[in-house]
């Protein structure tokens, strides 16, 4: 290796491994909400849990699609703009629909919509403090994309860890005093008042950037199109999992809602793979899409093993979480169902960037569109006759089909995937895992055996891939001792 491209590989490993220290850090975050989530009784966790799942899925709503457009078009912004002012004009326009979306949604609305979201009779007085923790979340979901663009790592990493703690935790604590709905959702609010109002001062400049309404509207007539296309895919992919609370929790109770709730966020750690990392990644890509192809290929091969292997070492000790929270036990035969569903949702994220690429994010919308649909209507056919794992095969089977969808598509414009029998091959494996830790999650060291026989083959399928991720953590230490 010449010294030019072993000098590329270490600041890119670097790199990656600085952008992953905020979300590796909220880890610790999350993990702790974990177990906050498994000391509380299942019916006290249902409703906040779903309280929180719909407030991702209005943010989203709200939001227009311009933080996903905000990304696509840092580098290239339209209207001869500053950076600054596209995220000036981005934060404005979703800021004026989200007031008339929680307005009309609060005073015509409120008692369908608390119905639809399973939020029981309290819902009607709950759905505009919804409407109002949206807004605030939308609000710091800006910000935090403004800070990763603009590579201020030091507040990037402070702000992500608690936009991590208000949407994981902080509105849990209560649940140790109260089962309030209403005390629970006041929690979530001030969480993530506290964060908005501190980083939108601090950064004001950028908020209150200078904006003439000619330039505005040049900036929205580019990236509204681009936005409103790509937000029904932003919306429909924070609805999947709050489809299935809703379900649950009308056919099975509160007890069975929260015990989908945990297990859902359990399943969540697979992201612990690809979530760092990912924040680097996507500014990395239509950054250098034109002239890195082989790269960027070859960095999804090595995510792919990453991901299948820490998928077959969470379903070989999977028990050993529920020996810690018992009570919980009763989400143990679901749980890899669960995790396979979010698989399919963390590799959609390095296969589809053709789609965007290419400026044709409807491919993405029609896709995830075929989820949630799909989702919908396994959930009413199988919920009712199969309770919890109706639902987790339904979230598992509908994420499934939007990868499919959306992945070929995004292969059309930009190919990500280096070999394609390799790919299959894995996921076939993981189906393998998935049926193996459903059917046997009674027999633990039968199931251990059979895991471990597979994640063997798959570091033998992916053994390239191993030698280079051996190579990029050699290409971290090295920079590490370099600079002491």
């Not at 000098?7 to 992953?20: D, I, L, Q, T, W």
């Not at 924070?238 to 709730?261: D, K, M, P, R, T």
């Not at 292997?309 to 070989?316: A, E, K, Q, R, T």
């Amino acid at each position: 290796m010449s010294d030019q491209k072993r000098s590329s590989g270490e600041s890119f490993a670097g790199n990656v491994m600085k952008y992953s220290v905020a979300t590796y850090l909220g880890f610790a975050i999350t993990g702790l909400a974990l177990i906050v989530k498994g000391l509380l009784p299942a019916e006290v966790l249902g409703a906040p849990v779903t309280f929180m799942t719909y407030t991702a899925t209005i943010m989203n709503i709200g939001i227009l699609g311009l933080d996903q457009a905000l990304l696509r078009f840092y580098h290239e912004p339209p209207a001869g703009a500053e950076p600054r002012q596209l995220f000036a004009a981005c934060t404005r326009i979703s800021a004026a629909f989200m007031m008339l979306l929680g307005v009309a949604g609060s005073v015509f609305f409120a008692q369908p919509l608390a119905a639809a979201f399973g939020l029981g009779s309290a819902g009607p007085g709950i759905v505009p403090l919804l409407f109002l923790n949206a807004a605030l979340y939308m609000l710091v979901r800006y910000l935090n994309v403004l800070l990763r663009l603009e590579n201020d790592l030091r507040a990037y990493t402070a702000e992500t860890l608690w936009m991590q703690g208000c949407y994981n935790l902080f509105y849990l604590l209560p649940g140790f005093f109260t089962s309030n709905v209403f005390v629970l959702a006041v929690a979530a609010i001030l969480s993530f008042g506290v964060v908005a109002i501190a980083f939108g001062y601090k950064y004001r400049a950028a908020v209150f950037a200078p904006l003439p309404g000619a330039q505005l509207g040049g900036i929205a007539r580019q990236t509204v199109p681009y936005g409103v296309a790509l937000a029904p895919a932003q919306i429909l992919f924070s609805l999947s999992s709050g489809i299935c609370l809703s379900f649950v929790g009308n056919a099975s109770g509160e007890n069975a809602q929260g015990l989908f709730a945990f297990g859902y966020s359990l399943a969540q750690l697979v992201t612990a793979i690809q979530a760092g990392f990912s924040t680097y990644w996507g500014p990395y890509v239509y950054s250098h899409y034109r002239d890195e192809q082989e790269r960027i290929c070859r960095v999804h091969d090595v995510l792919n093993l990453l991901i299948f292997g820490f998928f077959c070492v969470l379903v070989m000790f999977e028990d050993i979480v529920f020996v810690i929270f018992p009570d919980k036990r009763g989400c143990l035969s679901i749980f890899p169902l669960l995790m396979l569903a979010v698989v399919f949702n963390i590799l959609c994220e390095g296969t589809v960037y053709g789609n965007s690429i290419a400026r044709k994010p409807w491919h993405d919308t029609i896709g995830i569109g075929l989820g949630a649909l799909s989702n919908f209507g396994l959930c009413a056919l199988l919920v009712p006759a199969f309770g919890l794992t109706g639902a987790a095969l339904a979230l598992a089977a509908s994420n499934g089909l939007a990868f499919l969808y959306r992945s070929i598509t995004g292969q059309m414009y930009y190919r990500t995937v280096a070999s394609y029998p390799k790919t299959i091959s894995g996921f076939l494996l993981a189906f393998a895992v998935t049926a193996i830790g459903t059917l046997l999650w009674q027999h633990f060291f039968i199931k251990f055996a059979l895991v471990g026989v597979i994640l063997f083959i798959y570091c033998t399928l992916y053994r390239a891939q191993l030698a280079r991720l051996w190579s990029m953590g050699l290409g971290i230490l090295r920079g590490i001792f370099h600079r002491k």
